[in-house]
């Protein structure tokens, strides 16, 4: 079994709950100072929104729409060393209204990479969280982009911040031909014009000629994510269609998990171990919808992995096959000197 080097990956990735106010609020005890925060609105119907320290705090983009990103004011307005600052706007802080922020620490706005064919304007990297954050500008023709991981990345996600165009995500399990959109319900589609059927390297990743991630003098922000052993994982699974699910084995204790079907329509799922704090998890957010928070019996999280409780098709059909992003609160055996420290059940 490996050990993982990654002893607390709340210093990585972390979920913050916090209630609105209606006035500028500080959010606090995130444990580190985020480089990527996903905020979604639990009590009502606003819009997903995803601000990071490349692009600057002020733009907003909306997972759940194909809408160029935005600098309306009153969102997210700056990132705190232990948290975010927010504004009025009722999106991310009506008062008494209850939210979610997923946080992820990359490297500040970091600087350009010339690995590829593109020069990114910026690219922030954490290597040893595996994560990247990168902002570059189109040329409608087939290219090269460094992601400054330094091994090749299992997903990436991208979306053009000048254009409304589709998110375009890549996913290991489904190859260099596919590609699935998250901020809709459709299932896997394949089109070389994506990542001109090439996969990523150590390097780069490639992009094809098709405006939703390389259009002429577009401009794009991608997220790239590798896998850490402990600590990350991007996989897939098959469906068995009853209520005592596929397990799906991680190598940790899930702290996050999302997934899709690709074999088909569905939803991508979001689960969070602090919305919910114990089994089954019931408490669940769609990525490319509005929606509030759904509460219908769905998953265990286990020391190792998670087991879907339900028969739903967008979670667990027969024979239906799926991908999961999954980001740990602790590692299974944990690196800690000269003896593993074994995840604990919940």
Sequence with gaps: MAYSTIVKPSVYFNTKL????????????VGFQPDMVWIKDRTGTNNHEIADAVRGANYQIYPNLTNAQTNAGGHLTAFASDGFTLGTDGATNTNNSNYVAWNWKANGQGSSNTDGSINTTYTSVNTTAGFSISTYTGTGSNATIGHGLGVAPKMIIIKSRSHAKDWTVYHASLGNTKWLELSGSAGEQTNSNRWNNTSPTNQVFSVGVDSGINGSGYTYVAYCFAEKTGYSKFGSYVGNGNADGTFVYTGFKPAFVMTKKTSGTSSWDMHDTKRDTFNVATKHLLAEDAGAEGSTVVLDILSNGFKFRTSNGDRNASGATYIFMA????PLVANSGSNGVPATAR
């Design 18 to 29: 916090y209630t609105g106010t209606g006035n500028s609020l500080n959010v606090t005890s």
């Design 327 to 330: 980001f740990a609160e602790e």
